[in-house]
């Protein structure tokens, strides 16, 4: 910012999401007056009629803080994260897609083929005889037509371009965006560049709010709907699998509140890498059992451990996609 | 060229260690595919060591603990055995073949046996080929 009085310069966009993030922007409610006193809004397709030549006419680093939410899936995606990082500041990754490639980031379980012809050819829906697959050209007498091209992998923003700050969440939550936004705008020292911020650097468990006790002794796991929850006991004590273990805090600890075991989507705690890597070693610690065949009963109940424990990071995890 | 397979094992240092030394020191031989990895206790050993060992280019990876009751720390050795098992069901949704990571039990005496895993396990990884999980995590888009 030049000058005490100009104004921060912000954008939000959305590339392989669901627009949960944006919502998520939208639930500031009436301290969107606040925002809008401090920062003008340059793009923000959910809610403004702002066109892509637009942001490419604008000068490098023009935007102040780009909040970018979604993984990138097809050339669109990577297109504009390239943009926007040449455009703005401070590029952040906001919400699990763009910081670990989320539940988008679940398509690594197959490949560009298998979706396409899932979709287009073998759904049950489709009437599709002629076996018509979208193309990234297609010539038609008035000219040329183009679509975006689909990758076979789904990536996460800081795999495409350099990303400043990650804030966390299936959507992150707005408080804690809010506390990001006023920092920026007070030209508060902000952390180190890399840095996962609008979380905590510790687990859910460390200060998670259910009862928890040294007994976890697990011979049954259990899916939420099988059991019914007291209400106030650690999870995975009543052998509901609970990705706390493995996941950073700072959520408020919206889904156990709700009587919902944690899903994860606030990714690993600091220092750790591969959240899926370190439930499992919490799973196989928990179950009270010695005998291989025993074990493997216990195991049973874990039905799908890649999907389940790695729900909202493959494409960062060490297996970053299924091997083809 | 012929493929000649690399095989990371885990070896704890009470049993498995001291009997992979008990072959070498007995002056046994054995395929030199293995590079082997001291831990403490195969409790020690996370599912990120193993992952992290395919990623970077590892066709097989060995585990090797304390018999069952044997652990120096009287637990690892069956906290190995359940990451084993979670392991082997992950992997193999991911598309890694089971056989390439494998557990086995080897005490402090048992050189003669540690040599013949290794022969075993590397003529198994030799007619699997070699992982295709180093190339995969090349291609991007």
């Known amino acids: 910012m030049e000058g005490s009085k100009a104004k921060l310069k912000l954008a939000v966009y959305w590339a392989s999401a669901c ?31 702002i066109k892509y030549h637009d942001v490419e006419e604008m ?22 994260a390239r943009l926007l990082r040449k455009k703005s500041k401070i590029l952040v990754a906001y919400g699990s897609c763009s910081h670990l490639g989320g539940i ?20 049950e829906s489709v009437v599709n005889p002629e076996n018509i697959l979208p193309q990234p050209e297609y010539e038609v007498k008035e000219g040329v037509l183009n679509l975006p091209e689909f990758f076979n992998d789904v990536r996460s923003l800081a795999q495409v371009v350099d990303v400043d700050y990650f804030i966390p969440g299936c959507p992150p939550q707005t408080e804690r965006l809010l506390e990001v936004f006023v920092a920026v705008v007070s030209g508060a020292e902000l952390p180190p560049k890399g840095s996962v911020i609008g979380a905590e650097t ?13 007994n976890k002794r697990i011979k049954k796991f259990y899916r939420p ?100 | 060229m012929e493929f000649t397979p690399r095989i990371i094992a885990f070896l704890c240092n009470w049993c498995s260690y001291t009997g992979a030394d008990l072959a070498g020191t007995s002056r046994m031989e054995y395929k030199s595919n293995v590079r082997s990895v001291r831990v403490m206790c195969s409790g020690r050993i996370e599912p990120t060591f193993v992952l992290e060992a395919f990623k970077k280019g590892a066709d097989g990876v060995l585990i090797c603990g304390c018999h069952p009751g044997d ?11 359940r990451r084993f098992l979670l392991l082997q069901k992950y992997i193999r949704q991911m598309g890694i073949e089971t056989e390439r990571l494998k557990l086995e039990w080897i005490s402090a005496s048992e050189g003669k046996q540690f040599a013949e895993l290794v022969n075993s396990f590397t003529e198994t990884i030799t007619e699997l080929g070699p992982c295709k999980i180093k190339e995969t995590m090349q291609i991007l888009t």
Not at chain 1, 59 to 65: A, E, K, M, T, Y
Request: charged share 25%; proline share 6%.
């Open chain 1, 19 to 49: 627009g949960g993030c944006c919502v998520s922007v939208l639930d500031v409610h009436e301290k969107l007056f606040d925002v809008i006193a401090a920062a003008d809004l340059v793009f923000w397709p959910i809610a403004l009629d």
């Open chain 1, 59 to 80: 000068p490098d680093q023009h935007i102040d803080l780009t909040l970018f939410n979604g993984a990138v899936r097809n050339s669109e995606n990577e297109h504009m």
């Open chain 1, 104 to 123: 988008p980031g679940l398509a690594n379980f197959s490949t560009k083929e298998d979706i396409l012809n899932r979709v287009f050819i073998e759904s």
């Open chain 1, 202 to 214: 510790k687990t859910q468990c460390d200060e998670c709010i259910r009862k928890k006790t040294e």
């Open chain 1, 225 to 324: 709907w099988e059991i019914t929850d007291d209400g106030y006991s650690c999870f995975m004590e009543q052998g509901v699998i609970c990705m706390g273990p493995a996941t950073r805090a700072g959520c408020g600890y919206r889904c156990i509140k709700g009587n919902a075991p944690c899903r994860g989507c606030y990714g690993p705690p600091a220092g750790v890498t591969d959240p899926g890597a370190k439930m499992m070693s919490a799973i196989a610690s928990i179950i009270d059992e010695k005998e291989p065949e025993e074990i493997s009963r216990v195991l049973e109940d874990v039905v799908d451990p890649a999907g389940l424990f790695y729900r909202f990071s493959l494409p960062v995890s060490l297996i970053r996609r299924k091997i083809i």
């Open chain 2, 71 to 81: 652990c120096h720390y009287q637990e690892g050795n069956y906290r190995c055995l």
